[in-house]
T-cell receptor, first 114, second 112 residues
Framework: EPEVTQTPSHQVTQMGQEVILRCVPI?????FYWYRQILGQKVEFLVS????????KSEIFDDQFSVERPDGSNFTLKIRSTKLEDSAMYFC????????????FGSGTRLTVV | GQQLNQSPQSMFIQEGEDVSMNCTSS?????WLWYKQDPGEGPVLLIA?????ELTSNGRLTAQFGITRKDSFLNISASIPSDVGIYFC????????????FGQGTTLQVKP
């Protein structure tokens, strides 16, 4: 079964530092997403990405966040200057189309900002 | 913004019992999804519903897409200990960006 792979599984960073979370989506998927889940809360949409550009972003996805597809396989989320409230699980997902067919989540990166 | 109201928030049941949980929204969704999340893992898709009124089963799981397109339910029959986890509903609207809106989750505990 194809998987969405995320690295690292856990990242601890100092407040104010930049972090890059990495994802390898399923190879034939065209749509890529990042979601966030603060401990004990629901999963929240951050951003969707298609054809090398952001197609939608939430109010959470402010100027401190950016996404990139630097090559044909990786999809990254960068947080420029982390804050304590950025501590959360970050999930990458990908889908074949904008509809949900084949929408698959990775296992997540736990980001802890200290 | 759009919100999904999921209930109940948690359930503690005996093995073998049936379980029902539901989601409602003030907005219309074109697609409803039900996910299960185990601790430290990402959501795993259980059932996807694409048409209003659709009733779909996956083993012991049954889900329905409400006629009004504003609600959905998930039933689990004859629960077993490995059903333990958090169940989330998620909806997708007419947006062509693929964005999913998640409910708050139902935590299910099953007593053997």
């Amino acid at each position: 079964e194809p998987e969405v792979t995320q690295t690292p599984s856990h990242q601890v960073t100092q407040m104010g530092q930049e972090v890059i979370l990495r994802c390898v989506p399923i190879s034939n998927h065209l749509y890529f997403y990042w979601y966030r889940q603060i401990l004990g809360q629901k999963v929240e949409f951050l951003v969707s990405f298609y054809n090398n550009e952001i197609s939608e972003k939430s109010e959470i996805f402010d100027d401190q966040f950016s996404v990139e597809r630097p090559d044909g396989s990786n999809f990254t989320l960068k947080i420029r200057s982390t804050k304590l409230e950025d501590s959360a699980m970050y999930f990458c997902a990908s889908s074949e189309m904008y509809r949900v067919h084949g929408y698959t989540f990775g296992s997540g990166t736990r980001l802890t900002v200290v | 913004g759009q919100q999904l109201n999921q209930s109940p928030q948690s359930m503690f049941i005996q093995e073998g019992e049936d379980v029902s949980m539901n989601c409602t929204s003030s907005s219309i969704f074109n697609t409803w999804l039900w996910y299960k999340q185990d601790p430290g893992e990402g959501p795993v898709l259980l059932i996807a519903l694409y048409k209003a009124g659709e009733l779909t089963s996956n083993g012991r799981l049954t889900a329905q897409f409400g006629i009004t397109r504003k609600d959905s339910f998930l039933n689990i029959s004859a629960s077993i200990p490995s059903d333990v986890g958090i169940y989330f509903c998620a909806g997708q609207n007419s947006s062509n960006t693929g964005k999913l809106i998640f409910g708050q989750g139902t935590t299910l505990q099953v007593k053997p």
